[in-house]
């Protein structure tokens, strides 16, 4: 056959019978991937997404969906503890969701009706779950928020309050204090001086006393004078005369000097009497400054029951932070049209035309919570409802509703009630919290964990009401709680801690807790007040006020302690000063009584001469001795 | 990729047969609306299905699809305006708005400027793109095919065995 000849071509036509089996070949594929495989990849597809979130496993037991139904069903979803594995945080028979095929033809996504069925807490796991390592990456912007709540709390309300006061109670403190602060006494370096100075004075003027008191020269001067007197030769004695008169001059001089010596040793003496006034001024400045330095801490009723309350209030502050950001985050609120940006040239600008009878994106119009559980079960009897969650609030004019009730038996939580609104159909957002809870078991807590005491409760029953609104980046907070039927656990190493809490706690059979908090999150004004705060500032009050005075006492007697002795050493040095100067001025008596004696007996030498001369003069010789 | 390539070929046969006028046209035609759709939206898998269910060749429209999406890009910010235009026309904001609330409608992204605009430029230029495009192509036969086939060297290229091997080839499985 030659190539060139032209082969009849049938005529095809317009339509492509030809591509109807390759066509059908992969509907059928799709359907059939949609029937047999897609449910079970969805459900490998939340498990890791959830997983991953909750940083331990989350299993889910089957998802079931249908697309001719519009329906979604997730079975046996449990959700791991990551603080105890072999345990799930929650975990919920069914989860049912119901599309309305008007609007997935609309490409909206809009939920007519769902509902959440048995709903349990803390329930055992059969295997324990898987729990992922920590992530060493930074933390994420939620963890950030709670942070920045939870350091207010921490910065400005410290824990360790009833630690110190404890402490205080104890005795320990002033003594350690004041052993620290011992070499500053200003007075016991200045007795030192003061005793070092006396003592060398009065060393210094004994020797010159000595040096004063030495007689030789009034014996020679007694000899002469005897001599003289002795004389019988009438020129003799007047030469004696003379020369009487020269011994004179010299006894003159010598009692000028125990004159001079005897005035600046007077002045001295007197400059030495004002040390134990000024010793008295010293203690009194000592005393000042000490009590300056032994911090006596100011009990506040309003910092006790803050110290004690506060931890527990910034967590729940701190809860509220983070659902807040992720309500912002997850509902944003939806822009007006008129605030729609031009987008870029490439991507050009989209118009969002008046929805009439559409839906919005996504749309749950009702969720419903339901759970029936028995005293020995971990399912909770729960009702509730969650109601319209939805991309265009503004549109549906109605505020996201989650409306909570119900009991928890096995974990002892009664009379729950919550319900959370997240009202985005206001020109300001806002979002409001009014939960309550009658009565929950609160396992251990202990107020101070600290060496000194160990203060808190074991085991008590509590409930507690919080209502919180949120808007426009301000936070209004309340929080009523009680805690009853409480065993109290007091273990302080003051036996006067012990007795003074014991005794606080015993009187105490309900602790009520009220508490404020109201700002804007980076600054909070927060306010506790609790009966326990109370009687325990009060008690503390009156027993830190007697260590206050026991302290002070310690103080005085400390002072005496180390200045009695130096004091005492002084003012028997001063003494002292005063017997040498009795010395002096008995020195001066003395040369005086003799200058008198001489001048005496020139005037009878001048007369004639006496004949008891001897006589008189050795009675002068024995006043002489010293 | 088999499939794609096995377009192409068949293409290039069908442009140097003597047949398949309209195929070759309505296939760039369609390609012209494909490569004028900034993205997937419905019109685009209409397009797809036309291709697919109608004897349109194929390999044309992916050609003239890849050809226009260049033709496009620089066209982008005409289609912006002429988007916003008719966008913004008052009388048809009614329309529009039913049509946003319409099921299945919204997939077109009809909303969207470049979409809008592209789609009218593209709906407008598409009868004159078919007649162009079948009148190039009969051209293109007359003047480079016929010439080429008189040429000795596809005379001798015809009388060769690999040639008779091919042509009996293809008289059984071509097609």
């Known amino acids: ?626 | 990729m088999t499939l794609l390539l096995k377009q192409l070929f068949g293409f290039f046969k069908l442009l140097h047969s003597e047949t398949g006028n309209n195929q070759l046209a309505w296939g760039v035609a369609l390609g012209f609306i494909l490569g004028m759709t900034p993205a997937l939206s419905l019109q685009t898998l209409l397009v797809f299905f036309c291709l697919f269910f109608f004897r349109i060749q194929i390999g044309a429209a992916f050609l003239a699809a890849f050809f226009f999406k260049f033709i496009a890009y620089l066209l982008d910010p005409v289609f912006d305006v002429v988007g916003q235009k008719v966008l913004d026309l008052p009388a048809l904001q009614g329309l529009f708005t039913d049509l946003y609330n319409m099921p299945i409608i919204p997939f077109t992204r009809f909303n969207n400027s470049i979409v809008m605009g592209s789609g009218v430029v593209a709906i407008i230029l598409v009868p004159f793109i078919f007649a162009g495009a079948k009148w190039a192509i009969v051209k293109y036969r007359i003047s480079v095919v016929e010439k080429f086939r008189e040429t000795k060297i596809f005379k001798i290229w015809t009388k060769t065995s690999l040639y008779q091997w091919y042509y009996k080839y293809d008289s059984y499985f071509g097609n």
């Open chain 1, 1 to 626: 056959m030659n190539a060139q000849e032209k082969k009849p071509v049938k005529k095809k036509g317009p339509i492509r019978f030809e591509a109807v089996i390759p066509v059908t070949v992969i509907m059928l594929a799709t359907m059939g991937y949609f029937s047999w495989f897609f449910d079970q990849h969805l459900k490998s597809a939340i498990e890791y997404v959830a997983t991953q979130a909750n940083g331990a496993e989350v299993n889910v037991a089957s998802v079931k969906t249908s697309f001719l139904k519009g329906s979604f069903d997730l079975n046996g979803f449990e959700v791991t503890d990551k603080e105890q594995p072999s345990r799930n945080l929650v975990s919920l028979d069914n989860v049912h969701f119901q599309y309305m095929w008007d609007a997935l033809l609309r490409m909206k996504f809009v939920v007519d009706d769902a509902s959440i069925n048995q709903i349990q807490v803390y329930s055992p796991r059969k295997t324990p779950g898987r729990v992922l390592p920590p992530e060493p990456a930074s933390p994420s912007k939620l963890d950030e928020y709670q942070k920045e709540v939870l350091d207010q709390v921490k910065n400005e309300y410290a824990q360790n309050m009833l630690g110190d006061l404890a402490s205080l109670l104890e005795g320990a403190d002033p003594k350690d204090q004041l052993e620290k602060l011992r070499g500053e006494l200003k007075s016991e370096a200045r007795i030192k001086e003061m005793i070092a100075d006396v003592n060398s004075k009065q060393s210094a003027w004994k020797s010159e006393v000595t040096r004063l008191s030495d007689t030789t020269k009034l014996k020679s001067i007694e000899k002469q004078v005897q001599s003289i007197k002795a004389e019988k030769n009438i020129l003799k004695q007047a030469q004696g005369a003379k020369d009487l008169a020269d011994l004179l001059k010299q006894v003159q001089k010598q009692a000028q000097e125990v004159q001079t010596a005897g005035k600046k040793l007077e002045g001295e003496v007197q400059s030495i009497a004002a040390y134990p006034k000024e010793v008295q001024n010293l203690v009194k400045d000592d005393i000042a400054n000490l009590k300056g330095h032994f911090k006596i801490p100011q009990i506040d009723v309003k910092d006790m029951a803050m110290a004690l309350f506060s931890k527990e209030f910034g967590q729940y502050i701190a809860k509220a932070r983070k659902y807040q950001a992720l309500a912002k985050q997850y509902l944003p609120e939806k822009k007006e049209r008129e605030e729609v940006l031009p987008q870029k040239r490439a991507t050009g600008k989209t118009y969002e035309f008046p929805i009439t009878k559409s839906y919005p994106l996504f749309w749950l119009k009702r969720a419903a919570i339901s759970s029936k559980g028995t005293k020995d079960s971990y399912s909770g009897n729960v009702s509730g409802e969650l109601t319209n969650v939805t991309t265009s609030p503004k549109w549906v004019k109605k505020p996201i509703v989650l409306d909570v009730r119900g009991d928890f038996p096995a974990v002892g939580v009664h009379g729950m009630k919550a319900v959370m609104t997240a009202d985005f159909t206001r020109s300001t957002p806002r979002q409001m919290l009014d939960m309550k809870v009658n009565a929950f078991d609160i396992p251990e807590k202990m107020f101070s964990k600290s060496e000194q005491l160990k203060f808190g409760f074991t085991k008590a029953t509590g409930s507690t009401a919080l209502t919180a609104t949120m808007e426009s980046g301000e936070v209004k907070m309340s929080w009523n709680g009680t805690i009853s039927k409480p065993v109290w656990f007091v273990e302080a190493k003051s036996k006067l801690a012990q007795e003074l809490l014991t005794g606080i706690t015993d009187g105490i059979p309900v602790v009520y807790i009220n508490g404020t908090v109201e700002g804007k999150w980076k600054q909070l004004k927060m306010n506790i007040n609790s009966n326990l705060g109370e009687e325990i500032a009060n008690g503390m009050k009156a027993q830190v006020g007697k260590k206050i005075a026991e302290a002070e006492g310690k103080i005085q007697s400390m002072i005496d302690e180390k200045i009695k002795g130096p004091q005492t050493q002084l003012m028997s040095s001063l003494g002292g000063n005063g017997d040498i100067l009795s010395k002096v001025k008995n020195l001066d008596k003395l040369y005086k009584d003799n200058e008198d004696k001489i001048k005496a007996e020139i005037e009878n030498l001048k007369k004639g001469g006496t004949s008891n001369l001897k006589e008189e003069g050795k009675k002068l010789l024995k006043k002489f001795k010293l």
